[in-house]
């Protein structure tokens, strides 16, 4: 079940920001969206998650029209985790995780309490945060926090995850760390993952395709080494890079100068 985007066309304040934009999130698989600050990679992600209804063009998901899809329902097959997620002070990590289980509640439908706690309890754990379930999420570190907000959306239990730039503010273990969180639950699960980064080095190693957005669309959209070339970012960035091969057989882009 992929997530697909048609001719979609979002403008903000009379600007317009992606126009006739197209692209497809297969499923089972980790899709990162590159693309210079401004891009708006985070306004595709929130639109095909939903959470903007200001939009022309078509989102699917499984083929389904997400217009017509509820709100509750998309929540159970989807979660997002946007930039820079924040949470009321005082709310423990638990309580915090706890959150992504509102989908299957409601005030006629308690839900299924132990199905929730299994739910919380395993999203803690793939994200090792449990040691910290009763912390207050405001006392976390930030990679901890980065971890806990990714169990809240995992607790939803979802087949697609969007991540916004999650290894932002994040130290190089703790951005490997989160990178290696997506590929678990990937390879575990099943799940489709898309995820907005800057970091190409991340994207060549974590990624099994990559989605380019520049210019209102999506121009370029394969497998990393196809897709990310010492052409593109010259291209895309205006940037100047080497490509070397690290000693794990991998490619590495080490970007030089800025091409004028
Ligand atoms: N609510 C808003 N009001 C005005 N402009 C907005 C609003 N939201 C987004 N924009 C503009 O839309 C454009 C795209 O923003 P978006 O955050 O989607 O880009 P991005 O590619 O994710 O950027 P970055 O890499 O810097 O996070 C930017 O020029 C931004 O200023």
Avoid at 103 to 117: E, I, L, V
Avoid at 167 to 184: F, K, P, S
């Amino acid at each position: 079940m992929a997530l697909t985007v048609e001719k979609l066309g979002v403008s903000i304040a009379h600007k317009v920001i992606l126009h006739d934009l197209s692209v497809k999130f297969p499923s089972g698989k980790r899709t990162a969206v590159i693309g210079p600050n401004g891009a708006g990679k985070s306004t595709l992600l929130r639109t095909a998650a939903g959470l903007n209804s200001n939009y022309c063009g078509t989102v699917r998901l499984g083929g389904t029209d997400i217009r017509t899809i509820s709100r509750r329902a998309m929540a159970k097959k989807l979660a997002i985790l946007p930039q820079g997620a924040t949470v009321p002070a005082d709310t423990t990590v638990r309580q915090l995780v706890d959150y992504g289980r509102f989908p299957y509640r409601s005030w006629f439908r308690p839900g299924n309490a132990q199905k929730d706690r299994e739910a919380v309890e395993w999203a803690m754990g793939v994200t090792k945060v449990e040691q910290f379930a009763n912390r207050q999420v405001q006392t976390l570190s930030g990679g901890e926090r980065q971890r806990a907000f990714l169990a809240m959306a995992l607790a939803q239990q979802p087949e697609f995850l969007l991540l916004d730039e999650p290894t932002t503010y994040l130290d190089i273990a703790h951005q490997l760390e989160v990178m290696e969180i997506v590929t678990h639950i990937k390879e575990q699960y099943g799940m489709t993952v898309v995820m907005v980064l800057h970091d190409i080095n991340h994207a060549l190693q974590y990624a099994d395709e990559i989605a380019v957005l520049t210019d209102h669309k999506v121009i370029a959209q394969g497998a990393p080494r196809d897709i990310l070339t010492v052409d593109m970012l010259a291209k895309v960035f205006h940037v100047k890079a080497d490509i070397f091969t690290n000693s794990q057989g991998a490619a590495v882009l080490s970007p030089v100068e800025l091409v004028r």
